[in-house]
């Protein structure tokens, strides 16, 4: 037990560490990704973007619609939210584990807004991966205030409490938003948390 305890804690001397962490390279590339939808529209299109018709094709655009933004609005407040919520996350578990939470909580989304929809549309951005985020880390850091409009204190499982009800109600509505995504990612999330729940470290 001892021992799970210290290789989970420290990591060894001759590992390559990236100067940069993982929920900052995920923010960097998001944001260059966003001025290659600028001055490449067509390819970002053609290539980038999620369409379930062409998975067969294209099935590194499971992965690249993630760091994928619509427009200026879209990407700042993803990026806000990944650079607390996510960041924060990724002390407490890891690289490696935070990693693996946004991308499977990202491609979870993307199949349950498959499913929802019938394969119709297409699909960009992280919200359904960083679902996955915030709810991992309501799990693992329940006394974490969230700010409501930058005006309204609640706890963060009440804000994810909140934010799933306004997407479960909202779902099926012609909002160009993806509101199952943002569901499965959370479940996704969630389940992570339970997981881990006890078990991380604070790095």
């Known amino acids: 037990m001892l021992s799970d305890k210290i290789s989970w804690e420290i990591?060894?001397?001759s590992r390559l560490r990236l100067p940069v962490t993982c929920s900052g390279l995920i923010l960097a590339i998001c944001v260059v990704f966003f001025f290659l939808i600028l001055v490449a529209p067509k390819f970002a299109s053609n290539y980038l973007v999620l369409i379930p018709s062409q998975v067969s094709s294209h099935p590194w655009t499971l992965i690249t619609h993630m760091f994928l933004h619509a427009?200026?609005?879209h990407l700042f407040w993803n990026m806000l939210f990944l650079f607390f919520f996510g960041t924060e996350l990724e002390n407490?578990?890891?690289e490696r584990r935070f990693c693996l939470i946004f991308f499977l909580s990202g491609l979870a989304a993307a199949?349950?807004?498959i499913i929802a929809t019938g394969g119709e549309g297409a699909m960009l951005?992280?919200?359904?991966a960083l679902y996955g985020v915030f709810g991992c880390l309501a799990i693992l850091a329940p006394e974490i205030r969230v700010f409501l409009f930058f005006m309204i204190p609640l706890s963060i499982r009440s804000a994810v409490v909140l934010f799933a009800l306004m997407d479960y109600v909202m779902r099926g509505q012609?909002?160009?938003i993806a509101h199952m995504a943002h569901l499965t990612g959370l479940l996704v999330g969630l389940i992570f948390g339970y997981m881990l729940k006890g078990?991380?470290?604070?790095y």
Do not use: H, K, W
């Open 71 to 73: 427009d200026m609005n």
């Open 11 to 13: 990591s060894p001397p």
């Open 199 to 202: 078990r991380y470290s604070y």
């Open 111 to 113: 199949a349950g807004q």
């Open 174 to 176: 012609v909002d160009n």
């Open 92 to 94: 407490r578990v890891g």
């Open 125 to 128: 951005g992280a919200s359904g």
